[in-house]
């Protein structure tokens, strides 16, 4: 019996990246997450969420939209909220009124408690996307603090990335996350010079 794995997955989308059949790594997907067994890491819903993804990159939102919604009613562990994908595929079924409600409902909900910063993330290029550049920077914003609070430097830095561009194109100066995202730069520029640093040098040829 073939098992859930991220691994699995992430080959199948590793092979559909080379080849551009985003279709064919959908279709496999699909029944792998209706048919393999559910004994890993992997949850079924983030099965149907990662098919879901590569039906959207087939060009095939109707599909897509139909798998995320069967990973919301699955209800298992996903990399961000299905609602965020959803989202997307309406938009391109040109269903905008129900994404904006879905987002709304994201919102409200994330108002009330905390904020998933994959979920802010997918939500923020979205937005940027369909030219709501204020929207794109409060959720950007939003998943940036949460990445604060958290403790989760590299997601924030993605974040803080993604948030620069927005306010960039909005004509905005630089505020405090800027520069925050400045020193994350930095540090991990650092990071990566000691590591380079760190490892011998080449050559293992015998004399």
């Not at 919301?72 to 965020?84: V, Y």
């Not at 009330?112 to 950007?140: F, I």
């Not at 989760?152 to 996350?177: F, K």
């Not at 990566?192 to 040098?201: E, G």
């Amino acid at each position: 019996m073939v098992v859930l794995t991220d691994d699995l997955f992430d080959e199948i989308e590793f092979d559909a990246a080379r080849t551009g059949d985003h279709r064919r790594a959908a279709l496999r997907m699909n029944h792998l997450a209706a048919t393999a067994e559910q004994a890993g890491s992997m949850s079924r819903a983030e099965a149907y969420m990662r098919a879901g993804e590569q039906w959207l990159l087939a060009d095939e939102p109707a599909v897509a939209a139909e798998r995320f919604e069967q990973a919301m009613s699955d209800g298992g562990e996903t990399f961000a909220d299905p609602r965020a994908p959803l989202a997307r595929a309406l938009f391109a079924l040109g269903r905008q009124d129900e994404g904006r409600a879905l987002i709304g409902q994201l919102d409200q909900e994330g108002a009330q408690g905390t904020r998933d910063p994959r979920t802010c993330d997918l939500v923020a290029e979205l937005l940027a996307e369909q030219g709501d550049m204020d929207g794109a920077l409060h959720w950007a914003t939003a998943g940036a603090d949460e990445c604060k609070r958290r403790g989760d430097p590299a997601e924030l830095r993605l974040l803080l990335s993604l948030r620069y561009r927005i306010r960039h194109d909005l004509g905005l100066p630089e505020d405090d996350y800027d520069r925050m995202l400045d020193e994350l730069t930095a540090e991990a520029q650092k990071s990566q010079r000691l590591r380079s640093a760190s490892k011998p040098a080449g050559g293992t040829g015998d004399n």
